[in-house]
Structures are given as structure tokens and as C-alpha cells.
């Protein structure tokens, strides 16, 4: 929704001082510091990050605490310590809602703070301007992306081919695909839907709003989740629940993932980053007939461009970090392309996500252990994330619940919508963004 740079302000505000003074070594600098990473650890922690943080403290002389917290507790974690200013944390690895959330309450440490001039210049040359976006609010710098993922729509092409079907491009391809393999006496359902009433139902719902040419909310922060293209997102949102398993309207990423290994789903809403568990042996016996593809898009839209959304894991620093000079040190080598090329290359089944370094997608070997990367970099180009409010999460748990009702039947899809969108609007007046 918002494309904002990094404006010449920011430059001028910069405090040009030297991560390192003349003749000290960062050893010497970062000796007896501790500063604590909290972070929903992956597969990737264990095997790459965590071998390589030890080189990291053995050069720098700091040491890394890594506080691993379930992504279900990491935000009511985060907010009760920031909110009484503990200082508990000083490097935080969050999803972009809790970027919007955390900068609107005060929580986050802009990074012209510690930044010298040739850090920020970094920043702008190595990274893609519309992943930057994420993480600057009011001109100002407040972290960096991290971790990137694209999604997508996951076919089991054997599948497609067996019933003579190509890959779909639209709704109405991808809905006569699911319902020519649907067979729930056989065990095989035409699609795996994420209906349940968490974060994924609303990622997969607003990213084919964004197909029809809709928009989630007006210039002036109107919400437009009642709009005929909202309507028609649902419509079709329903249709693919016809599709699913009956328990669907309780799944999210983890249970149409199992779908997909298991053989139960031909098809799913999916994400980029999971490419290499489909397609490893050791995890289903499909593995190799899984493909990825782009969201198919309606009919009358085939041809018309669009920007789609891409999401973010980024670094930040809390406001009341007791070290966000180390803070920032360990976040420019963790982010750097030496680490982030080892974890492309490490052979990870698990959700290894990619960077959001323009040289990632330079690298040949990273392109041929990635076969996506080629599809997600036309993406991430000029891509979108949702809309970077701090009232983002509250909205979600709306629009996921009155999803969540249309699919189970307890509301008529106009009316859940209508619901949806009354919700949020009272949300944002309370907040004061109608006051003329």
C-alpha cells in the first residue's frame, strides 16, 4: 500500500561515528557484552546460524543469547517486556505487523541512532528498495529484512498431468484442476485451504483480493474488505473450501503442508520458502512433483499486471536495548551475504527463507539450489506487503474470525464481510485516523 523511501532527511540525520574507533579491534570493542537475539528459532538456527554465531563471538569478543519463543507467544512476549521497558532484548526477529506495531507504540530504536553514514548507504545499495519499505516509517529507518518469502499456489504436476490438465493461470483453471482431482473416497482432495482463524486465512484471502484489482483500503485508511472484489475473493475463497478436507476450517500453514507430503491435497496455498521440504524424498513420497507457481489470477485479469505481496522476518532494535551499537553489529553480519549464502546452500529441508539482498539473486548456485528465486525476484521488484499499520494485527484477528464464520456457514459471505469491514472501520476511528 505504501511505497515510502529512505529520503535524503535520513543522511543528514545520520550520526557519522565509527562502528569500531582507529586501532581498537571489534574484539577489543565487543569484549564482555552480551546482548540477547529473541527470535521464533528454525531449523536454520541450529544447523547453519548457530555454528556461525560462534565464529561471530569469537571475532567480535560479544556473546549471543539467542531466546528462542514460539511464534504463537512472541508478540505478548515482546510487548510486556518493551512496555515496561526491561530491556530484556536487544535485537528482535519479527514478521512485518509487528514492525508497524512496535514503531506505532514507541518500542523500536530508529536506526540513525546507531548507523554511521556508510552503514545506511549499505543498506540502500544491497537491499531492494520495496523490501525497505517494511521497515521505514515517516522517512525514518527502523530495521532491516531479514528473511523473504513469496506466495504461491503448490500443484502436484503428475497430478495435472494424469487428468490432461496444464498449469492453471486462473480461478477458473485452478478450480476445474481441484475439481477433476477430487476424490475424497480415494482419499485425495482438490485443494488444501488455510481457513482457520489465524494469520495465514488472512495472507491467502488478501493476496487474491489483490488479483481481482481490489485493494483493502482506500488513500484516507477506508476499509474495502466489503468491495465487489472482496466479494468475489470470498466466493472463490468458498469454492476452494468445497475442495478441501472438512477440517480445513481449522488448518493453517503447517496442516496444508502435511496435506500436500501426505497426498491427501493436489493442490495449496503455499509460500516460496518451502520448496526444498516438498521436493525432499525423506519427507514425502511425492517429493519431485511438487511445482510452484504464481497465483492464478480471474479471467478478465489474465494478461493485466498486478503488485502482489511479498513477507518479511526483519531485524530490529528495541528502544530500551541496553547494547544497540553490538545490536546492530550482529544484525549487519547475521543479514550479510556470507551468512545468507551458507543457509541457501546448506541443504535445509525445513522453511529456510531467502534474503532480501539484491547479490542473493546474483549467485548462480543460490538460483540452482532455489529454482524459485527466478518467479519470486519478478515479484519482490515492485512487490507490496500488507498494510504497515500498528493497528495490523487487531485487524487480522477481525477478518480472519468473520472468514472463518462464512466458511463454517455461520455467516452468509456479504454479511461477513460487512462485518469485517464495520470491525475495522470502529477499529481505526477509536484510533484516530478520521479526525478532520
Known amino acids: 500500500m505504501r511505497h515510502m523511501r529512505l529520503v535524503t532527511l535520513v543522511l543528514c540525520t545520520i550520526l557519522v561515528a565509527s562502528v569500531a574507533t582507529s586501532g581498537v579491534s571489534a574484539a577489543q570493542k565487543y569484549k564482555g557484552v552480551t546482548i540477547t537475539v529473541s527470535a521464533c528459532v528454525e531449523d536454520v538456527w541450529d544447523r547453519v546460524r548457530k555454528p556461525m554465531i560462534a565464529e561471530f563471538e569469537a571475532k567480535t569478543g560479544m556473546k549471543v543469547v539467542v531466546d528462542d519463543v514460539a511464534f504463537g507467544a512472541l508478540r505478548e512476549k515482546h510487548i510486556a517486556e518493551m512496555s515496561a521497558k526491561t530491556g530484556a532484548f536487544d535485537v528482535l526477529y519479527v514478521i512485518e505487523p509487528y514492525v508497524a506495531e512496535y514503531q506505532g507504540a514507541g518500542f523500536l530504536l530508529p536506526l540513525e541512532k546507531v548507523l554511521t553514514k556508510e552503514d545506511l548507504e549499505y543498506v540502500q545499495r544491497e537491499f531492494f528498495a520495496s523490501m525497505l519499505d517494511v521497515v521505514t516509517f515517516d522517512g525514518k529507518l527502523y530495521g532491516v529484512p531479514g528473511s523473504v518469502m513469496m506466495h504461491s499456489v503448490v500443484v502436484r504436476k503428475d497430478l495435472l498431468d494424469q487428468h490432461g490438465l496444464g498449469i492453471p493461470r486462473t480461478w477458473e483453471e485452478l478450480l476445474t484442476a481441484a475439481k477433476a482431482i477430487h476424490n475424497p473416497a480415494k482419499g485425495i482432495y482438490g485443494f488444501a485451504l488455510p481457513a482457520g482463524r489465524m494469520g495465514s486465512a488472512q495472507e491467502m484471502f488478501e493476496e487474491f483480493l489483490v488479483t481481482t484489482g481490489g485493494k483493502t483500503f482506500d488513500d484516507n485508511w477506508k476499509p474495502l474488505y466489503n468491495s465487489p472484489e472482496a466479494l468475489k475473493t470470498l466466493e472463490f475463497w468458498l469454492d476452494l473450501y468445497k475442495l478441501s478436507p472438512p477440517e480445513a476450517s481449522n488448518w493453517w500453514w503447517v496442516d496444508i503442508w502435511n496435506a500436500l507430503l501426505q497426498g491427501r491435497a493436489a493442490m495449496a ?140 456457514g455461520q455467516l452468509k459471505p456479504q454479511d461477513a464481510l460487512n462485518r469485517a469491514n464495520s470491525d475495522i472501520e470502529k477499529l481505526l476511528k477509536d484510533a484516530g485516523y478520521y479526525k478532520k
Open 269 to 408: 496455498y503455499g509460500t516460496t520458502c518451502q520448496e526444498m521440504t516438498f521436493n525432499d524424498p525423506s519427507q514425502s513420497k511425492f517429493a519431485g512433483n511438487f511445482v510452484f507457481i504464481p497465483l492464478p489470477v480471474p479471467q478478465d485479469r489474465l494478461g493485466k499486471p498486478y503488485v502482489g505481496r511479498v513477507n518479511t522476518v526483519n531485524w530490529v532494535i528495541p528502544a530500551d536495548s541496553k547494547n544497540p551499537q553490538a545490536a546492530w553489529e550482529f544484525i549487519k553480519w547475521i543479514n550479510g551475504i556470507e551468512v545468507k549464502t551458507a543457509e541457501a546452500l546448506s541443504g535445509i529441508k525445513g522453511g529456510t527463507f531467502d534474503s532480501a539482498l539484491k547479490k542473493y539473486y546474483e549467485d548462480p548456485r543460490i538460483l540452482a539450489a532455489r529454482p524459485h528465486l527466478k518467479m519470486q525476484l519478478d515479484h519482490i521488484k515492485n512487490a507490496e506487503t500488507m498494510p504497515l499499520i500498528p493497528e495490523m494485527p487487531q485487524i487480522i484477528d477481525i477478518l480472519v474470525l468473520r472468514l472463518n464464520q462464512a466458511v463454517i
